[in-house]
């Protein structure tokens, strides 16, 4: 009996469903490197693109591997309060595209700045979860005139900050990707293996980029928040994958900045906790209204 061919487990992804809130917007926007990030407005739908984008609309950053339909049920209920959001694909994933320049954190800010540009959209209350959590700290440190407030949920300040959880194994995850990339473009491929009904080597590849940059990065000084003026809030899940002390390290490094921890849930705020999420972000927006009146 011919001995089976042994190969890496090929990686497949879970998609959710959109959200049902009036879309107003879809496009591609441009970056400079090439990558091309899909974009989405959403909002009531007695309200026109340019008055959403005007009144402080919400921006939601959704995490490593996801798409902005990590939010969907946060999106729903933000705009049946009123509110705009902005929500786009990060680079990589979703439906927008790699781009050339290297993976990391402070590129995915600068995207969120170049996707505010392109839709003149000044001012913008942000939301993030996980990697669009580090994101959200990044652009209140570093692009404060354009931020109104954040809620950056289950952020960490540096690799360490993620607990090592055998359940969860990034590293092997990311090695099994990259395993599974090298064997789809490798020549020694088998006749009886078509490669058009498995998953991409590409697609693998840009998948272990993803995860091996949560096993790299953060490395974000905490001293350094100490400049974020705007309203925050600190958001994680009781039984989050991220450390308390980091965790804590971010609130206490935020002035006046607000801990808030979701009792019962874990890492995935914004599908498990969608009613928690969107009132944390409308708190903001109540503050940040307060603040400009005064």
């Known amino acids: 009996m011919a001995e089976l061919l042994r190969t890496p487990a090929p990686y497949r992804t879970t998609n959710y469903?959109?959200?049902?809130?009036?879309?107003?917007?879809?496009?591609?926007?441009?970056m400079p490197?090439?990558?091309?990030?899909?974009?989405?407005?959403?909002?009531?739908?007695?309200?026109?693109?340019?008055?959403?984008?005007?009144?402080?609309?919400?921006l939601a950053l959704h995490g490593n591997g996801g798409t902005h339909a990590t939010f969907t049920a946060v999106i729903n209920r933000l705009v049946a309060a009123g509110k705009g959001v902005i929500a786009f694909d990060a680079r990589g994933q979703g439906?927008?595209?790699?781009?050339?320049?290297?993976?990391?954190?402070?590129?995915?800010?600068?995207?969120?700045v170049a996707v505010l540009r392109a839709l003149d959209a000044e001012?913008?209350?942000?939301?993030?979860?996980?990697?669009?959590?580090?994101v959200a700290l990044l652009l209140a440190r570093d692009h404060a005139s354009s931020?109104?407030?954040?809620?950056?949920?289950?952020a960490n300040l540096t690799p360490e900050g993620v607990i090592d959880d055998p359940s969860w194994d990034t590293a092997g995850s990311a090695a099994a990707n990259h395993a599974w990339a090298t064997f789809m473009q490798s020549p020694s491929v088998p006749s009886t293996i078509d490669p058009a009904l498995l998953p991409a080597g590409?697609?693998?590849?840009?998948?272990?980029?993803?995860l091996q940059l949560?096993?790299?990065?953060?490395?974000?000084?905490?001293?350094?928040?100490?400049?974020?003026?705007c309203p925050a809030c600190v958001l994680v899940g009781e039984h989050d994958c991220i450390t308390w002390d980091e965790t804590q390290a971010i609130a206490d490094a935020i002035p006046n900045a607000r801990l808030v921890v979701v009792p019962g849930v874990g890492h995935s705020l914004p599908r498990l906790a969608p009613d928690s999420v969107a009132l944390q972000v409308l708190t903001n927006v109540l503050m940040a209204e307060s603040v400009s009146r005064n």
């Open 17 to 30: 469903a959109l959200p049902a809130a009036p879309l107003h917007y879809a496009q591609a926007v441009p």
């Open 33 to 58: 490197d090439g990558a091309q990030i899909a974009t989405f407005v959403y909002g009531p739908s007695d309200a026109t693109l340019n008055e959403l984008l005007a009144a402080g609309p919400v």
């Open 95 to 112: 439906k927008s595209t790699r781009g050339q320049l290297p993976l990391t954190y402070e590129l995915f800010a600068s995207d969120a």
């Open 123 to 134: 001012r913008v209350h942000v939301v993030g979860h996980s990697d669009g959590g580090i």
């Open 147 to 154: 931020i109104l407030s954040i809620v950056a949920g289950g």
């Open 202 to 210: 590409t697609e693998a590849k840009l998948n272990g980029e993803l």
């Open 214 to 229: 949560m096993l790299d990065e953060p490395h974000i000084e905490a001293a350094s928040l100490g400049s974020i003026s």
